[in-house]
């Protein structure tokens, strides 16, 4: 059974421009979150999909937003990356997103912004 | 909303011996708590839960138990090995929001 995957792993991008990350759940997963890790201030949750549909938002300013497909697979795009953008960027499946089922989590993109 | 608490925020120990980190939580209707582990440039992975409807759960050398009373609950490892050392992550789920709230990670250092 494949894990979570996540596009690309790395990327470099500069001030000003936008991104877009892309995450394949475990077959059969609906649910879909993202989370920004940043050393010293561990996982932040930035939103969660099912369904095609986003159930929850973190706080984190509107540059930040995602979608969900027909086959689960969602995308998470930022745009005007600043500085402090950078960071680890991961998603986490699971099959409904209830948090108790727990997450899997993907490998993650590494964000850099220069 | 939910508030996850991790300390310490680093614990060194000696190999063979005995490593607790504590969490606690804000929101009394939480009920499920993970507990993930994220070696080196991996990604975090679940190593053991519990529901709040238990008290404590084992896996070989690692425990965790859960006070729903004073909104804590700890992870045990004993007979610690160099490969446990790692950032542990502690979570709880977000009453009615679908999610869970991590803590900001604990690094364990087991020394040889």
């Known amino acids: 059974k494949a894990g979570v995957t996540q596009t690309p792993r790395y990327l470099i991008k500069t001030r000003g421009q936008q991104v877009t990350l892309s995450c394949s759940p475990i077959?059969?997963?609906?649910?879909v979150s993202w989370y920004q890790q940043t050393p010293g201030q561990g996982l932040q949750f930035l939103f969660e999909?099912?369904?095609?549909?986003?159930?929850n938002k973190g706080n984190f300013p509107g540059r930040f937003s995602g979608r969900q497909f027909s086959n689960s697979r969602s995308e998470m795009n930022v745009s005007t990356l600043e500085l402090g953008d950078s960071a680890l960027y991961l998603c986490?499946?699971?099959?409904?997103?209830?948090?108790?089922?727990?997450?899997?989590f993907g490998s993650g993109t590494r964000l850099t912004v220069v | 909303g939910e508030n996850v608490e991790q300390h310490p925020s680093t614990l060194s120990v000696q190999e063979g011996d005995s490593a607790v980190i504590k969490c606690t939580y804000s929101?009394?209707?939480?009920?499920?708590f993970p507990w993930y582990k994220q070696e080196l440039g991996k990604r975090p992975q679940l190593i053991i839960d519990?529901?709040?409807?238990?008290g404590e759960k084992k896996d070989q050398r690692i425990a965790v138990t859960l006070n729903k009373t004073a909104k804590h609950f700890s992870l045990h490892i004993t007979e610690t090995q160099p490969e446990d050392s790692a950032v542990y992550f502690c979570?709880?789920?977000?009453?009615?929001?679908?999610?869970?709230?991590f803590g900001k990670g604990n690094q364990v250092v087991v020394i040889p």
């Open positions: 519990i529901r709040s409807n238990v």
């Open positions: 929101d009394s209707a939480s009920n499920y």
């Open positions: 999909y099912f369904s095609e549909t986003q159930r």
């Open positions: 979570a709880a789920t977000v009453y009615g929001n679908n999610r869970l709230a």
């Open positions: 986490a499946s699971s099959p409904d997103g209830l948090g108790n089922a727990g997450y899997t």
């Open positions: 077959s059969g997963h609906r649910s």
